[in-house]
């Protein structure tokens, strides 16, 4: 049985950082793209960040490229997101997405944890 479990989130200060970490079981981590998407109150859900299985090839949304850094530890069976330069506008629900195939793609998930909540405020 898929898994997947966030972990990480909390409150941060404007500029501030946070690692979220994903937990994965029931599958064969290192076979599958994953992703990171946030839901923020009132909005819809959106994508965030995705990797390939070997963590070479990384992709990110414009509104957190320079900022999130997503990677992988295969070994571990763990995705993360390390954020920074927090803005209050990243207060959110991050989720753990996992993809159907090893090559990501934003719209080929089949698998997502219950989230980790993030909330930027001063």
């Known amino acids: 049985q898929v898994q997947l479990v966030e972990s990480g989130g909390g409150l941060a200060q404007p500029g501030g950082s946070l690692r979220l970490s994903c937990a994965a079981s029931?599958?064969?981590?290192?076979?599958?793209?994953m992703s990171w998407a946030r839901q923020a109150p009132g909005k819809g859900l959106e994508w965030v960040s995705g990797?390939?299985?070997?963590?070479?090839?990384?992709y990110y949304a414009e509104f957190v490229k320079g900022r999130f850094t997503i990677s992988r530890d295969n070994a571990k069976n763990t995705l993360y997101l390390q954020m920074n330069s927090l803005k209050p506008e990243d207060t959110a629900l991050y989720y753990c997405?996992?993809?159907?195939?090893?090559?990501?793609?934003?719209?080929?998930?089949?698998?997502w944890g219950q989230g980790t909540q993030v909330t930027v405020s001063s």
């Open positions: 990797i390939g299985r070997d963590g070479s090839d990384t």
């Open positions: 029931g599958f064969t981590f290192g076979s599958y793209a």
């Open positions: 997405r996992k993809n159907r195939g090893a090559s990501f793609n934003r719209y080929e998930y089949d698998y």
